[in-house]
């Protein structure tokens, strides 16, 4: 069987300017990044305004599991299948990051016959946003520090300085550095550390800006550190954001490429769902949403995480509404949370499955307690059988929702077909665009909107805050910052914080350990639990398997 790159490689794409003629784009209305790839004037958007906007499938996923869920590639599949049906559909995505590529994933461009191409340009360098992304935020990291060597006019306490480095790469020792070593020359020593690029707030503004503006006026708002009066203090007192409005301005632009089957995707922006809001840009969605009949999105992880932040928060503040949720299931995967061995995944077993279901449920009754209408589609797998299906079939009856066979691993678009189905008549039965019940209203406490997430989605008995996150919660709300949304930064395993309580766990506590304030981005990020906004490589990262022969092809990309 071929490998999803030799799968991707044997396919032949269609220049990109079919794909953008496919979208009645004009030349002048994109820029060519050679033959398959190119950037969408963001500006389209505000002309294109007073146009109707097409149906937002929003496709997320049960609690993830190292058996696999195969969100992506059923987004993709999903996008190909409703325009075999005759759909003007758009495929909207996340970029992926190069430190899962080289740690586990191994590739994150959806997989089988459902993918997105060219597959390696998607995986490794694209058209090279997040690399502008890491030199924006490094460029505030430089600039904070001279500030402070020059003389600290502003008078920033060097133990105080929130604003980390970051570089998109997994490598856990960076997490904690000591710098400005070396005397009075090479700065002031300090504490220090480095964040993953995905989870810098830049990349959190990048893909909530609705235009260069708003994105230059979001990077002012961002607090790097506080003055030894505790005072805050903001990217703009030190004059960084035009610069980094500058370094940003390209990668602004919506990246377009196609699926294997030609249909047109847009992939732009990519912040992590465990460790900030994961959704792909609002520019994306909405330039998608003007161009397409009906486009097809993803949220990062699993419902509780990915979809929780996409309506929370990124439809929140920009007032998109899905008109239907694709919820991924596997029954591989429903049986690693029923407590079935890995090596015993292959093997049917009813009994395991129905111990997992518990997880499918609770994801469906929120996505449902959103005010949404739900599918639910079963990613197969060879090893699937009849009766454990029949199993996941009976859940969704029992709960009302619509459930379906999604094969387009091995069949494409034509794989989806009855995942698509059941998509556009739950969509062609609305009267109008779902009205969405937010799990909190904006006026309420920073304390109680965690309280809110944490009962409400987890389903936590109770929240214990570390005394630190208290004071933090408080000095926020101080300063004016109480009315923003809640990022919750947990693992993406579990309901809870604890990654080894699988399915729906019951009778546990989550524990606030620490907050950050995104001023600039518009939320407040809640860590809990073991998580890390720096990972490491796993004992065999992806790396090693990946290559590159004297004809310049790549291979290990999955």
Avoid at 309 to 326: E, H, W, Y
Wanted: proline share 5%; aromatic share 6%.
């Amino acid at each position: 069987m071929k490998t999803d790159i030799e799968i991707a490689q044997s396919t032949q794409m269609a220049p990109i300017a079919e794909i953008a003629a496919k979208l009645g784009l004009q030349e002048e209305e994109y820029a060519p990044y050679g033959r398959y790839k190119a950037k969408i004037d963001h500006r389209l958007v505000a002309r294109m305004a007073g146009q109707p906007d097409g149906k937002l499938i929003l496709v997320t996923a049960i609690s993830p599991t190292p058996a696999g869920e195969g969100k992506t590639t059923t987004s993709v599949g999903l996008a190909d299948a409703l325009t075999a049906l005759g759909k003007k559909t758009m495929l909207c995505l996340r970029e992926p990051s190069l430190g899962p590529v080289f740690g586990v994933k191994g590739g994150a461009a959806g997989g089988g016959y459902a993918q997105v191409v060219p597959m390696e340009d998607i995986n490794l360098h694209f058209t090279g946003d997040l690399h502008a992304i890491g030199a924006a935020n490094n460029l505030l990291a430089a600039l904070v520090d001279n500030h402070i060597y020059q003389g600290n006019a502003l008078g920033i306490d060097p133990r105080r300085v929130t604003w980390k480095r970051c570089i998109d790469m997994n490598d856990r020792q960076l997490r904690f550095v000591t710098d400005g070593l070396g005397g009075k020359a090479n700065g002031t020593p300090r504490e220090d550390g480095f964040d993953i690029t995905v989870a810098s707030e830049i990349m959190a503004i990048f893909c909530l800006a609705t235009d260069l503006a708003d994105l230059k006026a979001r990077l002012s708002r961002i607090v790097v550190g506080y003055t030894y009066a505790g005072e805050p203090v903001t990217a703009g007192e030190i004059h960084a954001a035009g610069a980094l409005a500058a370094l940003l301005k390209d990668a602004f632009d919506p990246n377009l490429v196609q699926t294997l089957e030609r249909t047109p995707a847009i992939i732009h922006g990519g912040p992590f769902a465990n460790i900030a809001h994961g959704c792909n840009s609002v520019i994306a969605t909405r330039l998608s949403a003007k161009l397409a009949d009906y486009v097809v999105t993803e949220a990062g992880f699993g419902a509780d995480l990915g979809a929780e932040k996409f309506l929370d928060i990124k439809c929140r503040l920009s007032g998109l509404r899905p008109s239907a949720v694709v919820l991924v299931a596997t029954v591989r995967a429903l049986k690693h949370h029923g407590g079935c061995p890995k090596d015993a995944l292959s093997v049917p077993s009813v009994e395991y499955l129905e111990k997992g279901l518990p997880n499918l449920a609770q994801h469906i009754e929120n996505m449902k307690g959103f005010g949404l209408p739900v599918v639910v589609a079963v990613n197969a797998f060879p090893t699937d059988t009849a009766e454990e299906n029949e199993a996941i079939y009976a859940l969704c009856a029992k709960l009302g929702v619509p459930c379906a066979l999604s094969e387009v691993f091995a069949k494409g678009g034509e794989g989806g077909k009855a995942v698509a189905e059941n998509v556009l008549a739950l969509i062609d039965a609305q009267q109008q665009v779902p009205e969405l019940q937010f799990t909190y209203a904006s006026d309420v406490g920073l304390k109680e909107k965690i309280l809110a997430v944490c009962k409400n989605i987890y389903r936590a008995d109770d929240v214990t805050f570390s005394a630190a996150a208290l004071k933090s919660l408080a000095q926020y709300e101080q300063m004016g910052c109480g009315n923003l949304p809640v990022c919750v930064a947990k693992t993406q395993y579990s309901f809870s914080d604890d990654a080894k309580l699988l399915a729906a766990p019951k009778g546990f506590v989550m524990n606030v350990r620490d907050v950050r304030l995104s001023a600039g981005a518009g939320f407040v990020v809640v860590i809990m639990g073991a998580i890390m906004t720096m990972p490491g490589l796993p004992k065999k990262p992806a790396a090693e398997n990946i290559d590159l022969d004297e004809n310049g092809k790549i291979s290990g990309l999955f």
